[in-house]
């Protein structure tokens, strides 16, 4: 079956402008992360629901990044006012069910590359 | 602090060659997983261990984790091209941290090349 996708692949904004990344989880499945990964790091949690749930967003770098899955299928993590800083690639990852078993892999997206100039 | 280091940041191996990453923690591990990623493109999920003492394989490559479960260790028989790309162990520390975050913690990754 397909995949988790992310839309869109490339993403370049002028600092101070808003921006939207969607992510498709693989249907059927309950949790799903946003992760942020720097040039040369490896990915840092930011944020994950259970559902349309957002259990833990202790991940956010600021009060500018806010995350919604409000009918428990797509997510869209906005970025409001970005800084140089916010440029990144943006992981989006989905699990059948994070909170019943850890043992369920979470299958990754191919993220979102998002470039503040 | 790094909570999960891996070493060593980038290796070069000629083709048909064995080599070994290593994934440390200081922290007990509730469950170790290992990725591999191509450049500009997401993560893809190669072995997740969560006994101490476990072993797994695919193809040529074996995962294990060791019996105190703080460190883990990937190994590629008879390297090949489409082996290259950057290595990343990821682990659950929530039940470590307390209620940390939900999400997986990553190393920084290994870089791998292989020399034809």
């Known amino acids: 079956g397909a995949g988790v996708s992310q839309s869109p692949r490339y993403k370049v904004a002028k600092r101070g402008q808003d921006v939207a990344l969607r992510c498709d989880p693989i249907s059927g499945h309950v949790s799903l992360f946003w992760y942020q990964q720097a040039l040369g790091q490896g990915p840092e949690f930011l944020t994950y629901f259970q559902n349309e749930a957002q259990l833990d967003k202790s991940g956010l770098p600021s009060d500018r990044f806010f995350a919604e899955r409000p009918e428990g299928s797509v997510s869209t993590l906005k970025i409001q006012r970005t800084q140089q800083e916010d440029s990144a690639v943006y992981l989006c990852a989905s699990s059948l069910d994070w909170a019943d078993s850890t043992s369920y892999e979470q299958y990754f997206g191919p993220g979102t590359r998002l470039t503040v100039t | 602090s790094q909570e999960l280091e891996q070493s060593p940041q980038s290796l070069i191996v000629q083709e048909g060659k064995n080599l070994t990453i290593n994934c440390t923690s200081s922290k007990t591990l509730y469950g170790l997983y290992w990725y591999k990623q191509k450049y500009g493109e997401g993560l893809i999920f190669l072995m997740m261990l969560q006994k101490g003492g476990e072993e797994k394989s695919h193809e040529k490559i074996t995962a294990k984790l060791d019996e105190k479960k703080q460190q883990s260790s990937l190994h590629i028989t008879a390297s090949q091209p489409s082996h290259a790309g950057i290595y990343l162990c990821?682990?659950?520390?929530?039940?470590?941290?307390?209620?940390?975050?939900?999400?997986?913690?990553f190393g920084k990754g290994t870089h791998l090349i292989i020399q034809p």
């Open positions: 990821g682990a659950d520390l929530l039940f470590n941290s307390g209620g940390g975050a939900d999400g997986l913690t």
